[in-house]
């Protein structure tokens, strides 16, 4: 393609940024937020829970390592434009399959670069998280104003029906006791292959599957998974999940799923002002006392007020950045969640023992 074409990225503010085209020409609307994470791009772009938004990359150079089938987390790309200082049609790695440019083309995402990200990222963390596009066809503000204020808010917005697998399957070891019902609202790949290599016999379910479907599965536990949109305009999964917590069985949730264990426990969730994405944040588990460094991706946490009302939900987390919750326990029950990411794909593996604690609990 043309290296030289223009693009605009266009705020819903009004803030613009002109640079140039990278991937398919064309145009992308969503919600703008950004992630730290200086490696993982192929994992972050195929995340389910970045459904409906546009990514900012904070490294300098993207790309620069080609991309490889195997660091998929989906079976697409999920993310809907990308933004970068400087994306790389070219790439070193030898076991990489092809470019990310050509992966980006082949994949419908639209993408500018050679922009100032430091200062967008900047003006983002001030403004707070709001909605963009990004157009290589045309370079009229007016023209972009008026197909920017179409796209919706992330708040209220359910997506999890939008990216969840259409019909359920089983993997893992069928001869397994551990036996384990999972609500797909968007999980990740390398999720399941967590739980998988832990000797778990799982069957995934749609999101919007009723309890006592799930029930002829015979489980014995249940994982909630990860996912994008907003967790309080999912009232079908709340429900689903107060139904699953009133059987009395090994719980784990992690991300969207975190967040329904919340509601459902009498709890709220809000929007929050640009949320957390990224590789690097650190976490304080209440119990050991001992920091984690974890991958991050929401844009919605529980609210720490209404925690204090619930009396059944113990904090066992907090994010050591704002203080935001980042995971409970249920008193009564073995229930556990966490708003990070421990399957750390891409990121550290400081919370990895959290899936052996759910196996424990089985």
Do not use: W
Not at 88 to 117: F, K, M, Q
Not at 244 to 261: A, R, S, T, Y
Request: charged share 25%; net charge negative.
């Amino acid at each position: 393609m043309d290296k030289e074409k223009i693009a605009i990225l266009l705020l819903s503010d009004g803030t613009y940024y002109k640079g140039k085209a990278f991937g398919k020409i064309g145009e992308a609307k969503g919600e703008i937020c950004f992630t730290t994470g200086m490696t993982g791009y192929q994992e972050i772009f195929t995340d389910p829970s970045f459904y409906g938004q546009v990514v900012i990359m904070n490294s300098v150079h993207i790309g620069n390592y080609g991309v490889k089938k195997t660091d998929e987390e989906s079976n697409s790309v999920k993310i809907s434009g990308l933004i970068a200082k400087n994306l790389s049609d070219t790439y070193s790695r030898p076991l990489a399959d092809d470019s990310l440019e050509n992966y980006l083309i082949n994949n419908n995402v639209v993408a500018i670069h050679n922009i100032d990200t430091r200062a967008l990222v900047t003006h983002v963390r001030e403004a707070g998280a709001m909605n963009c596009i990004i157009s290589s066809l045309t370079e009229n503000l007016d023209e972009l104003k008026e197909k920017l204020a179409e796209v919706p808010s992330m708040e209220g917005l359910e997506l999890s029906s939008s990216v969840t697998t259409e019909t359920p399957y089983c993997i893992g070891n069928e001869n397994s006791s551990k036996r384990i019902a999972v609500l797909d609202f968007g999980i990740k790949k390398h999720i399941v292959e967590c739980l998988v290599s832990r000797d778990a016999y799982l069957k995934v379910f749609p999101a919007k599957t009723d309890f006592e479907t799930i029930q002829t599965f015979n489980p014995n536990a249940y994982f909630l998974s990860n996912g994008p949109g907003d967790p309080s305009a999912m009232p079908y999964a709340i429900e689903l999940t107060k139904k699953i917590l009133e059987d009395n069985k090994p719980v784990f949730g992690i991300c969207l799923g975190h967040q329904l264990i919340a509601l459902a426990s009498g709890a709220t969730t809000y929007k929050m002002h640009h949320g957390h994405r990224g590789i690097n944040h650190p976490v304080l588990n209440l119990e050991t006392m001992k920091s984690e460094i974890t991958t991050q991706n929401h844009g919605f946490s529980v609210d720490a007020d209404s925690i204090k009302a619930a009396e059944n939900i113990k904090v066992t987390h907090v994010n050591l950045n704002d203080k935001t919750i980042e995971g409970i326990r249920l008193k009564d029950k073995n229930v556990f969640s966490v708003q990070y990411h421990p399957e750390a794909t891409p990121g550290p593996f400081d919370s990895d023992y959290l899936f052996d604690e759910f196996i424990k609990l089985i």
